[in-house]
């Protein structure tokens, strides 16, 4: 009876550590790009950085954190005007995790709008 208490156990824990290093990737690479855009945003808010300009560098980070996405995914809109206006970054995505016998999607939104320092 011990000996399967300790195989059970043993099971959970092992599945616990992949579930850790299949599924906590992709949520760390969202929250450095979530982290990217706003950013992005910010500066974008406060000078006359064109929407194109933003938009070439956020899908630079992606690429670096290997985010799967299209430079037409990227969605900017700024408001305003320059300097006094706001920036609207929107990047949905979704990543692929093939879990054994599960194999899911996780779908991510990393959206941010920046009012600047103005307003």
Request: charged share 20%.
């Given at each position: 009876?011990?000996?399967?208490?300790?195989?059970?156990?043993?099971?959970?824990?092992?599945?616990?550590?992949?579930?850790?290093?299949?599924?906590?990737?992709?949520?760390?690479?969202?929250?450095?790009?979530?982290?990217?855009?706003?950013?992005?945003?910010?500066?974008?808010?406060?000078?006359?950085?064109p929407?194109?300009?933003?938009?070439?560098?956020?899908?630079?980070?992606?690429?670096?954190?290997?985010?799967?996405?299209?430079?037409?995914?990227?969605?900017v809109?700024?408001?305003?005007?320059?300097?006094?206006?706001?920036?609207?970054?929107?990047?949905?995505?979704?990543?692929?995790?093939a879990?054994?016998?599960?194999?899911?999607?996780?779908?991510?939104?990393?959206?941010?709008?920046?009012?600047?320092?103005?307003?």
């Open positions: 009876m011990g000996s399967i208490k300790l195989i059970f156990g043993l099971s959970v824990i092992v599945i616990s550590l992949y579930l850790c290093v299949v599924l906590v990737p992709p949520y760390y690479d969202n929250y450095e790009f979530q982290d990217e855009i706003q950013s992005e945003a910010l500066y974008g808010a406060n000078n006359s950085k929407e194109e300009a933003i938009q070439d560098a956020v899908y630079k980070k992606a690429q670096e954190l290997r985010i799967p996405i299209t430079r037409d995914d990227i969605k809109h700024r408001v305003g005007v320059n300097g006094s206006g706001s920036v609207s970054i929107d990047v949905p995505y979704v990543v692929h995790v879990i054994p016998g599960y194999p899911t999607d996780l779908h991510f939104d990393a959206t941010v709008t920046d009012m600047g320092a103005n307003n």
